[in-house]
Nanobody, 116 residues
Framework: QVQLVESGGGLVQPGGSLRLSCAAS????????VGWYRQAPGKQRDLVAI???????NYTDSVKGRFTISRDNAKRTVFLQMNSLKPEDTAVYYC??????????WGQGIQVTVSS
């Protein structure tokens, strides 16, 4: 059974930082593409950042230069370092694993609120 467990969310002031973690179990983590998505109230779930098995990364334009995605295959964990946070970054953040065969797995989501 595949499980993805996110942690590290919370309330932060504008300009602050948070580091999200997603720990995976039940899956061969190192061969998969992993990413972070987010969904704000009333909006669709959108890609934030993604990293493939070779360590290549891609970011949505709005977070480039502020967010960094990384992975530790030995610990089966993916991270999202979020700096210079803005109120518009407020959303539920979801961890995602995509296998080479095209199967998708999602975490339960974690709230990030950027507010003064």
């Amino acid at each position: 059974q595949v499980q993805l467990v996110e942690s590290g969310g919370g309330l932060v002031q504008p300009g602050g930082s948070l580091r999200l973690s997603c720990a995976a179990s039940g899956i061969a983590f190192g061969i998969n593409k992993v990413g972070w998505y987010r969904q704000a109230p009333g909006k669709q779930r959108d890609l934030v950042a993604i990293i493939n098995s070779g360590g290549n990364t891609n970011y949505t334009d709005s977070v480039k230069g502020r967010f960094t995605i990384s992975r530790d295959n030995a610990k089966r964990t993916v991270f999202l370092q979020m700096n210079s946070l803005k109120p518009e970054d407020t959303a539920v953040y979801y961890c995602n694993v995509a296998t080479p065969s095209g199967r998708l797995f999602w975490g339960q989501g974690i709230q990030v609120t950027v507010s003064s």
